[in-house]
């Protein structure tokens, strides 16, 4: 097959595949999306290398778009396409007519397609015209279309007369066979297996002369033609007559000979055996009658069926001959093989059958002889070893399957071939060969060459073939693919290399447990330098615990696997950790072999995970105590928990803690736990630099007195000894402290405790300074709300005032001096909003968020009457919101924000509408409107307002906050979409109640 990208090595194409190069046809191997994957040499000899899909490969074949579709159609809806003609382009470049057939190939290849020409009449004329008998083509309504130099001189018309012209049935003569002749052609074109292909009938030529023929027809393939062969046997009925008259001779003859004569009356059933048809079978001459039935009986069960067969075949004019081997039961029981070779030798006037004539021969030596050649035969070609032979010119005359397997020939290809062309190495060839010549045999291993080039290892056994004088008649190999073997030491022995290297610790002991295998990594673990050290001795004594070595050994061989960690004793007698992984290896059968493990030092991770347990354990403590300390009220609190949760957590005796009084010369004793009997109290340090104090409480080095003979706590007894600890407590502003603890049962503090200790005092200095400066800021945000509400309430009480008389003013004056009033009340609705909302921010970041049903039609009513001179579009709702008592600060915002840039003349409108689980509401003006720039930017806090004035900045920046606090989302538009000018809208979404 020619393939298509990418191309592949001979190799990697299967022999399948390959072996399709071979035949004329053209052949398409088409994948299962219809892509063309290969395509064999007869194609691609006219037509190239076809690619692409099933309509560009068809086209290119000079095919047409309906031929690729139907084919396209088959190939999705059956296994098998049955044949069918189409037209294609031939190798001359003209149009030709072609079978198309088609396979499913083996489940994921795709289809095999099959194009195979249909000869045109002038090609079928060259072949009809050598048939060298009487040969015509009949087409579907029985019109000659094609007759040959036999048929004209059998009918005595010329070709010019017959094609086209004629009709079989113009040359049959009697109408009864005339009319079963119609009917077979009937047949044949239904169901052509059920059509006889061989019958005779009277054939009538120009000159009306009859002659008894012999036809022979079938159907063309793809075609409704049919092609006959006839065969003028009239002679032969003459000779028929001779025959008989001869018969007695014949018979004398056959009485000479080692065959049984059979004469068999097809009219009456009368069948003539001689005597040597009786003999042959061990039975006596006439020692039964022989009959149609009775011979059946003597046949093989297994033979019975295909001998009545062929029997029928001749009684009922199918056939006219027939050999036949088969078996029949002789006297003694046993079955012995005959070949009956049988003869039609007369016929009646309807062509039937009348006498049958043949004989018997004994074939018993015969089929055992070959049976056992066949036996012989079988066994070379089906052996597993690749078997050839060759002759005296080293020629190939034999290979088996499983020699052309290994090398990859196909039959026709090798046989003939010189032998040289299977070794790698003609070097290594003539060697061999030398030595095989010498004497006679030869075996070992050598490096064969497949047809693609590439190299197959074989274990070869080469051997002389003698006739029965001793004469040499060629050789024979023998061989055995041992490629993967080969392979298979080589990865062995890549592993060993890879285990003896391996970073990782390996060893193989017996079923007893004693070493027999240790790679360099185990030596270096246990720190012997040979395998000599260790090899044979016992693996339990390589554990500092040979007992559970014991036992893990033990449970490795009950369960075949054991994985887990143990100490190991190194050679000078140090202790490791390692991880120990072990396998039961056992045999093909399943029986145990020996023991393998792999052995892993994790001492350095043993050692890290104990740093990371203890640090995890160090910040496990820490928040706890952090925990404890937010939780207090004040400092003395806060030290009494804090100083618990350290007793607690260290599994401490007891202990106290000392403050640093705002002097920085005496310490205060906050409080204690758990202090033993006879333990010093001091409720003041009266001077802190002093010994042992100074290097504690001034210059914040910790102080662990656990060697009660050398050092005591000052004040303490001497016959009452405690080792103690004394920590400074360490804040941003130096040390405030210490933090003094007692060990339970007088035990030394070990370093992971020194290390706690330290990161407590710390994170109690810290946690202390945290306290002061809460409530320091508690205690400044409560002034500064005293005074923002001092300020607020007096500020308020001025504007209702100047509010009052300014209200006042404007009813009584006219003019200029009206306007100025208005002016001047505006400002003072200005500083009333700047307060509204100084006190709104201060709601929203200290009131908690709890959110209600608020009615919010009586929300925006309330607002709306709160500006009584602006001109209101609002025709209510009946919805709730969830919202709180700050709801209707959004509102007085953004009505004020229109009022503020619209003026007094500006038109606003309210809509409230329902969308989904929302409610959209919308506040919309008659007054400049907001730019699209400007659009991002106007609910930012003292950013620029939508007119470039400058403002306080605040209002839409608290609608913003209030909307979100109530779970909503607010935009700024145009009340008129597209036209910024026409004024601005504040939609915004509440949730519903």
Known sequence: MTPIKPRETPDEVPLELRLLDGIDDWLLLIGRDHNVIRVNSAIRRIHGALEGDLDQAVCALGGSRGLAGRIRTALDDEDEIPGFECRLQGPGGGE????????????????????????????????VEHTGTATILIEDDGTISLANTEFERLSGYSR???????????????????????????????????????????FIDRAENVHIVEATIGMMPGTARAVMSLINVT????????????????????????????????????????????????????????????????????????????????????RDRCDMEFRVRSASGDFVYVLDRLQVVSHGAGGEPLRIVGTHSDITERKEAERELRIKDMAIASSLDAISLTDLEERITYANRAFLTMHGWDREEIIGQPASVLWADPEEAKRVIAEFLRDGTWSGEVAGRRRDGSTVHMQLALSTITDEAGARLGSMGSGIDITRRKQAERELLIRNMAIASSLTAFAITDLDGRLTYANQAFFSLWGY?????????????FWQDEGEAEDAVRMLLETGRYTGERVGRRRDG???????SGNLVRDEAGAPICLAASLTDITDLKRAEAEIQAHNRELSVLNQIIGVSTSATGIDEALGDMLAATIALLDLRGGGVYLVEADRQRARLICTRGLPDGFPLQTCIPDITAPPYADVLVVGEPFFFDDPTHLRYPGEEREMLHPYASIPIVASRGIIGSLNVVPRDRRRFTDADRSLLLAIGKEVGSSLECILLIRQL??????????????????????????????????????????????????????????????????????????????????????????????????GTDHAVMADPLLPEVFTNLIGNAVKFGGPAVEITVRVEESGNDVLISVEDTGPGISDEMKDTVFMRFGKNRIQKSGQGLGLSIVRMLVERYGGTIRSDDRVSGCPGCGAAFRFTLKRA
Not at 97 to 110: D, F
Not at 529 to 541: D, F, I, L, Y
Not at 574 to 580: E, H, R
Request: proline share 4%.
């Open 96 to 127: 030709r007519r072609y079978l198309c057939s088609g396979w499913r190939m083996p489940p994921g290849e795709g289809w095999l397609l099959r194009f195979r020409e249909i000869p045109v009449a002038g090609d079928y004329e060259a072949v």
């Open 160 to 202: 010019r007369e017959i094609v086209g012209v004629k009709r079989l049935t113009d040359f049959i003569a009697s109408e009864d066979e005339c009319r079963q002749i119609r009917e077979y052609h009937i047949l044949r074109r239904s169901n052509p297996a059920a059509a006889p292909k061989n019958y005779s009938f009277s």
């Open 235 to 318: 002679g032969r009925r003459r000779a028929e007559q001779a025959l008989q008259e001869s018969e007695e001779r014949l018979n004398l003859a056959f009485l000479a000979a080692n065959d049984g004569l059979i004469d068999w009356d097809v009219r009456t059933g009368k069948i003539f055996y001689s005597p040597r048809s009786f003999t042959m079978l061990g039975y006596e001459p006439g020692a039964f009658v022989p009959t149609y039935p009775m011979i059946l009986t003597l046949v093989h069960p297994e033979d019975r069926d295909r001998v009545g067969e062929a029997l029928a075949d001749l009684t009922s004019g199918r």
């Open 529 to 541: 330098t040979s395998a000599a050290e260790v090899v044979g001795r016992r693996v339990t004594g």
């Open 574 to 580: 140090a202790k490791f950790y390692a991880m120990f």
């Open 778 to 875: 508690e205690s400044a945000e409560r002034e500064a709300n005293l005074y923002l509400d001092i300020l607020s309430h007096d500020i308020r009480n001025a504007e209702n005032i100047s509010s009052l008389y300014i209200d006042i003013l404007i009813d009584m004056l006219e003019g200029d001096a009206k306007d100025h009033a208005q002016k001047i009340r505006s400002s003072i609705r200005k500083s009333i909003e700047i307060l509204r909302n100084v006190s709104t921010i201060r709601r929203i970041h200290h009131e908690s968020v709890t959110l209600a049903p608020v009615d919010l039609d009586e929300v925006i009513r309330d607002e709306i009457g709160v500006f009584s001179e602006i001109n209101f579009n609002y025709e």
